[in-house]
């Protein structure tokens, strides 16, 4: 049976956010490794205002570019990071905001990127979101065809 998990331990996932979303990426980069990954930090590492597109893309580019198996995107809501994100094609990062959303993002969509708003959920939500989005393996058969589709 074709083993259809995200990642394995000892793969490296990216992990990227904006100023917002800086203190939330610290603990996140903690539990990934606590999962078995290696954390690819792209930034930002401080508090100093940014612009989420740079590190959004800087993500989805890390992913193409197959330094990283999958990643985890942080800005304020989410939404402006994951926007970013997924104007590459062959990304799919999905706005998880509870343990269900995270969960059918992986068997559904085959999500490659978690995204998550710093100022939406918590430090233990974001963890336990993470742990799930990454034991999940992708459903395949009908959600194969659907999506193919998105390019
Ligand atoms: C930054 O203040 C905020 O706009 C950003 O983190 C994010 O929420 C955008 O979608």
Redesign the pocket.
Known sequence: MTDTRLARPGDIVAIA?????VELKTALKGELSALGFVPLDLGTNSSD?VD?PDFGHALAQAILDKKAVAGVA??????????AVNRHAGIRAALAYDDATAKLAREHNDANVLAM???IVNADQAKTMLKTFFATPFAGDRHARRVAKLG
């Open positions: 956010s904006d100023h917002a979303g205002s989420y942080i800005c304020g809501t989410g939404i402006g990071i994951s926007i708003g710093a100022r």
